[in-house]
């Protein structure tokens, strides 16, 4: 039985652990994963290597790719822009890989609108006080940055009711395991399948009614 | 977060292997699934106590209890009686156990109508040629009656595109997995969680718009 791969979009607010989450499963699970490379047209950062944290590339490259279609989602923050190529993630799906996209839920839903048969995860902390703890925990930032960062993960926790699925991170590997078996059991879903095509695979007979 | 049990029905042709899976299932996730014992007219057959294999009980009492709407589905097959009681299906769900039916198509179809959230899986074998090994494997029956059943398998088989998941049973033990691993994932959708109650048990303030 020849099942494509799923598209799986895991967003959540900040301080969800959504970016642990991708990295750990990408990381262990190579084979049935598919590892896609976004595109930037902002610089570098020290240490980014292109080709493997991003595709760096020209606004005027990104935006005459934008207008070729290629962006499965695209979207520009503090003036620079951000891409996900619809090409890479194809391969992958042929290849019966699953492909897992981290982005926020404004990309997600760009992506179900293209790709209906995609998933759309939602990562959520396990409540408020884990949250604003894991924020302040970070101590980079200022009160002022940090009122700012829940007032918006309140807001993002509140577009969940637009996904397919709802993942609570209380614990790193069960939220890890939990969305990996979301890809298996979607890979099972006949909406997704053709099953004339796995009828003749499996040599049924037409069905006469 | 608390999250309803799944109501899962298991169909397939006979020689599917579903009456395998399901009862292996059961006997190996006591925590996890709840039992429902089906209600038929029919006499106990030899060995069969009232109670775990079925509630015996009499056509009167079964055609009382199918007009006050105790059956979640239920069929008549060669002048018996069977159905499946919607208060015991109920009552683990309530428990947060998965519940799963091992009913034909037309009773998964009459439980979805009932219940919207229900899960329809289709056991499927992985190849014709399996499928009429094991209904002839089983040698009790003569040419006409195997051939018959292999008709109505191809025609339950294209029965399969109304139910949510198709899992091939190639394997039994990987077909059991998939079986448990839709349960729970299946427990995370978004459309069967009440978002509202959840964020108010995360202490999430109220969304302002």
Wanted: aromatic share 8%; glycine share 8%.
């Amino acid at each position: 039985m020849r099942d494509l791969g799923v598209v799986m979009v895991v967003s959540g607010p900040s301080g969800s652990g959504k970016s642990t989450i991708c990295g750990h499963i990408l990381e262990d699970n190579k084979e049935d994963f598919g590892l896609v490379v976004s595109h930037t047209s902002r610089a570098p950062r020290e240490g980014e290597i292109d080709g493997v944290h991003y595709h760096f590339i020209s606004p005027e490259k990104f935006l005459e790719n934008k207008s070729n279609g290629l962006y499965l989602e695209w979207a520009e923050v503090h003036g620079n822009y951000y891409g996900t190529p619809g090409d890479q993630v194809e391969k992958f799906v042929d290849m019966q890989k699953n492909v897992i996209l981290e982005i926020d839920v404004q990309g997600g839903l760009q992506v179900k609108a293209k790709l209906p048969k995609s998933v759309l995860i939602f990562v959520s902390p396990p409540s408020y006080e884990t949250l604003e703890s894991r924020l302040r925990g970070r101590k980079t930032d200022d009160e002022e940055v940090i009122k700012k960062r829940l007032e918006n993960a309140v807001g993002e926790m509140h577009k969940s009711s637009q996904y397919d699925y709802f993942v609570v991170n209380d614990e790193l590997q069960k939220a890890i395991d939990s969305i990996i078996l979301i890809g298996e059991s979607e890979r099972k879903r006949v909406p997704r399948l053709n099953l004339n095509e796995i009828f003749d695979s499996m040599r049924f007979p037409k069905f006469q009614k």
